[in-house]
């Protein structure tokens, strides 16, 4: 099947794609100039732009020169075990070549072992544990996993996730427990009926590295090692693909952006770093819910969050905080199987003037604002165009009351549609991180719901962020099953809420106070996602910097803020709402299994149930109402039933807010 467009398709109406889309790594189509040579660094300024570009041998190359090279006894059968951050298929394919070329070298016949670099632990026992453990009719499986400073205790059982949910399917127990050895290994121990069937170990090849905000941490890499007869001949490290990508990025590249940075008052460093990586890195679907092995993806979310992290300490920032106008982060990491890789950087300058300004406000969208089909909305993301348009239908088929509060920094409208004037109020709001996208389509449901009760005042804006949704458009018809979080904030590269809490009303956090002022609201309900699949950062320490918390799925969660003595009417609102989303038996079975699955990879789960549902109480005094609800689900990044279950389930939240106020 050819792949879609690669950019919205109101695009050609849209200045700012146009410029992204000139400058953004997504139009790089060919290797750069002097591609199979060594790696060099190009740096060419023409006008506000810069570019690097760079190449990068294969390691399944580096792997066959490294054989090719050694001397081994002809006498002795060899036991070659390599790791590489590859396919399965890819490392398949590997194994015959070694085995080829030992052969034509006249040595004896050896075991060979082509096992992954990135999560070589999963990897070992899903394809060389598990078919042994059904051999032998084991129904019990513990693993040992180590515990190594400076990493989190859990660290090496949460890159075992989702064997849990593998070893389910195939009916066996899973059983985990720290080793108290100080190896980098993962050790197995197969049971049948209580009785030890088995037993083995897979190395973890690791290499210390210091992360962009600046922790030290265990990174994997890849290895070769060849031993005849338990004695070691070889054993050497190899650089893995995404290795040299990422070395080359952050001392080569990553540096000179920071120089370049100009953190000028209101305005942002830059107005897009465009970032491409074509490797050949694994990137497999395992079969088990949306789960994947993509070491491609977590380059990607490497070097979006690598990048925000340095430019938050270049700029004096925690690394916590969202406030941050960097601009536009954007990497495009491709797949170019068992092929020497290449990249691509392009930053370009801010263009505007020091202090942009903002759009005059209108009291109502002009055509070109709405356009669009108001037609029902696919179970996908879609173009800010298309959520106005059905929006401003719905305003009209309800008689609501219809209004442009804001305008985002690109110039898009954010509208903002409800029926005021009563004593308490409903706040709706959906896509402020634009890549949890089944929040607007959500909030388009709910607003019919809300017109027909009729003590009810409320007001819905249905798409905080537009900018972040065209660019999330954008990648999803590039790489359909990513996360893409490069688009989760605005085209300023801040979290809009940031802008919001620190009481400045500028661009789209405009729309957010003015509901606020508009309205005394009781509620606030922000719609959210967060990852359907595990999310890595293996250069950073393994699990998300920052956002440990959802790096596995677990199904539903609903967090509850509220303010200085509203702690019982947060548990009775979270009573409503478990009640809500039980009603729904496909919901409840997936959220069970998710946290069956990610509950067995973590120590301690970071939320409190309610029922059988997870959510998180957190107290604050920061809202815009007493009481205010997130939902937090799987949606990054699904498509069809599963994106119209994650719709489903905000709704059951939403009408749970709605029984709480009437």
């Not at 209004?403 to 029926?419: C, E, I, K, N, Q």
């Amino acid at each position: 099947m050819p792949l879609p467009p690669l950019l919205p398709l109101d695009a050609a109406q849209d200045p700012w794609l146009r410029l992204w889309a000139a400058s953004s790594a997504l139009r790089v189509e060919r290797p750069p100039r002097g591609h199979g040579r060594s790696p060099h660094l190009q740096d060419a300024s023409v006008g506000s732009t810069t570019t690097w570009t760079s190449t990068f041998p294969w390691e399944g190359d580096e792997l066959l020169a490294q054989l090719r090279r050694a001397e081994f006894g002809a006498e002795t059968p060899l036991t070659v075990t390599a790791f590489v951050s590859e396919s399965r298929s890819v490392r398949r394919e590997l194994e015959l070549a070694v085995r080829g070329l030992l052969d034509a070298r006249g040595l004896p016949p050896a075991e060979v072992r082509v096992r992954s670099a990135y999560k070589p632990a999963f990897h070992w026992i899903a394809e060389e544990v598990l078919p042994r453990a059904l051999e032998l009719n084991a129904d019990s499986l513990q693993l040992s996993y180590p515990v190594l400073a400076p990493e989190p205790p859990g660290r090496f059982l949460q890159e075992t996730y989702p064997l849990s949910g593998l070893l389910e399917q195939h009916g066996l127990r899973f059983e985990a427990r720290a080793d108290s050895r100080p190896a980098q290994h993962c050790r197995v121990v197969l049971l049948a009926q209580g009785q030890e069937v088995w037993q083995g170990s897979c190395a973890l090849p690791l290499a210390p590295r210091t992360a962009p905000g600046g922790a030290t941490v265990l990174a994997p890499t890849g290895r070769l090692q060849v031993s005849a007869q338990e004695r070691e001949l070889l054993d050497v490290r190899l650089l893995t693909d995404a290795e040299r990508a990422w070395d080359w990025y952050t001392k080569a590249v990553l540096p000179e952006v920071l120089r370049r940075a100009d953190f000028a008052p209101g305005q942002p460093a830059f107005r897009t770093l465009s970032v491409t990586f074509a490797l050949s890195e694994a990137d497999d679907p395992l079969g088990l819910d949306h789960e994947r092995s993509s070491m491609l993806e977590a380059l990607g979310e490497e070097v979006y969050f690598g990048t925000l992290e340095a430019l938050k300490l270049r700029a004096g920032h925690e690394l916590d905080a969202r406030e941050l106008q960097p601009g536009r982060i954007v990497p495009v990491v491709r797949s170019r199987p068992a092929q020497a890789g290449w990249a691509r950087v392009t930053l370009t300058a801010f263009a505007g003037p020091s202090q942009p300004q903002q759009p005059t406000r209108r009291a109502q969208p002009s055509q070109a604002d709405i356009g669009g089909d108001p037609a029902p909305l696919p179970s996908a993301p879609v173009s800010p165009r298309r959520l106005v348009a059905s929006a401003r239908a719905l305003a009209d088929e309800h008689r609501l009351e219809w209004t442009v509060p804001a305008y985002s920094y690109d110039g898009r409208p954010v509208p903002a549609l409800g029926r005021t004037g009563r004593p308490i109020g409903l706040l709706v709001t959906a896509g402020q991180h634009a890549n949890e996208a089944s929040g607007p389509h959500a909030a388009l449901k709910l607003i019919p719901m809300l017109a027909q009760v009729p003590d009810l005042s409320f007001v819905a804006i249905p798409l905080e962020n537009p900018d972040g949704a065209a660019l999330h458009l954008a990648l999803t018809r590039r790489d359909p099953q990513f996360m893409h979080h490069a688009a989760r904030y605005t085209s300023l590269g801040d979290d809009l809420e940031a802008r919001v809490l620190r009481g400045e009303a500028r661009w789209e956090a405009r729309a957010r106070v003015w509901a606020a002022h508009r309205q005394q609201l009781a509620v606030h309900l922000s719609l959210h996602g967060y990852p359907s699949h595990e999310w890595t950062r293996p250069f950073s320490g393994y699990a998300p910097r920052g956002f440990e918390s959802w790096a596995l799925p677990a199904g539903i969660v609903t967090i509850i803020r509220y303010q200085s003595g509203q702690r019982e009417n947060a548990e009775a609102l979270a009573a409503l709402i478990a009640h809500a989303l039980s009603s729904d038996e496909e919901l409840s079975a997936h959220t069970q299994r998710a946290l069956r699955w990610s509950g067995a990879h973590v120590l301690t789960p970071h939320y409190e149930l309610r029922g059988s549902w997870p959510f998180l109480f957190q107290a604050r005094d920061d809202l815009l109402a007493p009481l205010m609800v997130i939902t937090e689900v799987p949606d990054e990044t699904v498509y069809g039933a599963a994106f119209e279950r994650c719709v489903r389930a905000q709704v059951l939240v939403g009408q749970a807010c709605m029984a709480h106020l009437t």
